[in-house]
């Protein structure tokens, strides 16, 4: 009995000290965007609590985000261009992705153990080594500062990782289900629709959410290969904000950017926590 | 994958192919020629462009000059100060981050399998760090300890006035610890997967053999686990040597906090010298097959059972 209370209160510890570390930072810049402009500089002589929360709630920072409509606010543009991009890079990669996944999961030829080795070495590819010939390209092409430009080189991880975890769940899926439906009388097309398409949908589901995430999040091509707000997405976007004067910094305004951009991560993350850790874990390790 | 290769390498002495498996591969070629021939342009050919660059006198402040010149942007690189420092604190932050990221990873994931309550909770909630955007966590953690907009000095203990980014090793333990926060649940997450693997009888018998906790982990957990640990540990060392975001929004390289990663950028976009910014590409991209090669050869990595995702 009492093995089990110091176990109990053990693991409560340590789930205590989790959650506390990993929302940290996150309470932490929320706090900071609902400051008054004024609020924002601490100082010594301030206790904890006072510096990390706001004396008065206001939303005045995610309302100066969005002053002046599309063509004059720092960040509508950019937020368009962060959606646009990962939406777009997504569709391309899992489209791509689920033929090869398709092949290497189900057919049987020579090569497809070297491609799944290739797309993991790709994986692992220093993206710095790419930025410079990609900067030249883009200008002799005119490419750059374009949509294009920023979604060609999200495919050096976003299709790694797509084929990746795919091909895991791919795997899994029961295809002479398939062949069973056409013997009861389906057509090839109702068997792949009603049969292969529900059972294959949750891996693509995982695979289009993981591969929107890394898009999402990318900052170094983001900063090199664009230059203005035509292309220039969320993260690229925040380092360029400017205070009102040189001498302010846009504290709020960055920390309000930064927690609109949090939210879809934090909506995938509470709808989708089995099926991301699923996809994370598949494949991982030979079961 | 094993049994398959074993089956094809059968399959193509047996002389004559069926039309069947003829056709089978000729499908199987069809359907993954599209995303490979994707890979290799935006991998293969820009790569194989930097190395041509990087032998060549290329800065676009300066157009007219230029042409071959051999290695001499890579003696430029590997002879000054600077590519070693960073490439020493490259290092360094890869060592500790990861060092770190093991232990607690190690811890989250037995948390995370054995915990009695609150499993789906500890999944759900490290997953959050996994997800938001590098340069958000950054920029949350600069604001955190910077002096001006802080809270962090504002705690007991800690000076007041410590200025965290205005000296070397204490930017250093801030972009650390905003790398450990970001990336540790990846980690944690590979290494919950290795455990799951692990038969649960042994325990039972080792603990009817009287083994205590301690020596359950160390005898039983740790060297099954061995495969994933050094997959986990291949993805995330190889993933903490690009380590570029943090350290541009922490401190863009100042106080000697540069990383190799931030040098090509600045080499290449911020003073546009293509030649030797190209040069440090290459090094640092040669430096990556480096560290894979000794995860491969020295510790034994099968690459087939690691993911990208980190």
Redesign the interface.
């Known amino acids: 009995m009492e093995r089990g209370t110091r176990?109990?209160a053990l693991?409560?510890i340590?789930?205590v000290l989790?959650?506390f570390?990993?929302?940290l930072?996150?309470v932490?810049?929320v706090s900071?965007s609902l400051k008054e402009p004024s609020t924002?500089?601490?100082?010594?002589?301030?206790?904890?609590w006072?510096?990390?929360f706001p004396k008065e709630i206001t939303f005045d920072n995610y309302k100066s985000l969005f002053e002046g409509g599309i063509d004059d606010s720092p960040f509508i543009k950019p937020l368009i261009n962060s959606v646009l991009i990962a939406l777009i890079t997504t569709l391309i990669s899992i489209v791509?992705?689920s033929?090869?996944a398709?092949?290497?999961a189900r057919?049987?030829?020579?090569?497809?153990?070297a491609?799944?080795?290739?797309?993991?070495?790709?994986?692992?590819?220093?993206?710095?080594?790419?930025?410079?010939?990609?900067?030249?390209?883009w200008r002799t092409l005119g490419l750059y500062d374009t949509y294009p430009g920023l979604i060609?080189?999200y495919?050096?991880?976003s299709?790694?990782?797509a084929?990746?975890?795919l091909v895991?769940f791919f795997r899994e899926i029961p295809w002479d289900l398939e062949q069973a439906a056409q013997v009861d009388g389906a057509t090839p097309f109702q068997a792949f629709r009603k049969v292969i398409v529900p059972l294959a949908a949750p891996g693509v589901f995982t695979a289009a959410i993981?591969v929107f995430?890394f898009c999402?999040?990318d900052?170094?091509f983001a900063?090199?290969l664009t230059s203005s707000d035509a292309s220039r997405t969320?993260?690229a976007a925040?380092?360029f904000f400017t205070g009102e004067s040189q001498f302010t910094?846009p504290?709020g305004s960055?920390?309000a950017a930064?927690v609109i951009?949090?939210i879809p991560?934090?909506v995938?993350?509470?709808i989708f926590?089995r099926r991301?850790?699923a996809g994370?874990?598949?494949?991982?390790?030979?079961? | 994958m094993e049994a398959s290769g074993a089956r094809m390498r059968l399959g193509r002495n047996r002389a004559p192919v069926s039309e069947r498996t003829r056709s089978e591969r000729r499908l199987g070629w069809l359907l993954c020629a599209p995303a490979v021939i994707a890979m290799l342009l935006v991998t293969a050919y820009p790569i194989g462009y930097a190395v041509v660059l990087s032998l060549q006198d290329v800065d676009l402040r300066f157009p007219e000059e230029g042409g071959f010149v051999g290695l001499d942007n890579y003696v430029a690189v590997l002879t000054s100060e600077l590519w070693w420092t960073d490439l020493l604190n490259t290092v360094f932050i890869m060592v500790v981050t990861v060092a770190i990221e093991l232990v607690l990873g190690m811890l989250i994931a037995l948390v995370m399998y054995r915990a009695i309550f609150g499993r789906g909770l500890v999944r759900t909630v490290v997953l959050i760090p996994y997800g938001i955007v590098t340069v958000v966590a950054a920029f949350a953690w600069f604001y955190a300890f910077n002096p001006d907009t802080g809270f962090v000095n504002n705690l007991p203990l800690i000076g007041d006035e410590t200025s965290w980014f205005g000296e070397r090793f204490s930017a250093f333990a801030v972009i650390i610890l905003a790398e450990v926060w970001k990336t540790t649940p990846f980690m944690a997450l590979l290494l919950l997967a290795g455990l799951t693997t692990i038969d649960s009888g042994l325990y039972e018998a080792a603990r009817v053999d009287g083994a205590n906790a301690w020596q359950r982990f160390w005898k039983i957990t740790l060297p099954l686990m061995k495969p994933a640990i050094l997959v986990a540990l291949l993805f995330r060392t190889l993933d903490a040597f690009r380590v570029f975001d943090t350290i541009f929004i922490m401190t863009r390289g100042a106080q000697d906090t540069e990383s190799v990663s931030i040098l090509g950028f600045s080499q290449l976009i911020s003073r546009l010298n293509l030649g030797l910014g190209s040069a440090v590409s290459v090094l640092i991209f040669l430096c990556v097959l480096l560290i894979a090669f000794v995860f491969v050869r020295w510790f034994g990595v099968r690459m087939a059972e690691g993911r990208p995702g980190a």
């Open positions: 176990e109990y693991w409560s340590g789930i989790i959650v570390v990993a929302l930072p996150v932490w810049i900071l924002i500089t601490t100082g010594p002589g301030i206790s904890v006072d510096a990390f791509l992705a033929f090869a398709y092949a290497i057919l049987n030829f020579p090569g497809k153990s491609i799944l080795a290739g797309a993991l070495a790709i994986a692992m590819f220093p993206p710095i080594s790419t930025v410079g010939p990609l900067f030249d390209m060609i080189p495919l050096t991880f299709l790694p990782l084929i990746y975890t895991a993981l995430i999402w999040n900052f170094l900063i090199s969320v993260p925040l380092a910094q504290v960055i920390a930064a951009v949090t991560i934090i995938f993350v509470l926590q991301i850790v994370l874990t598949a494949g991982a390790v030979k079961g």
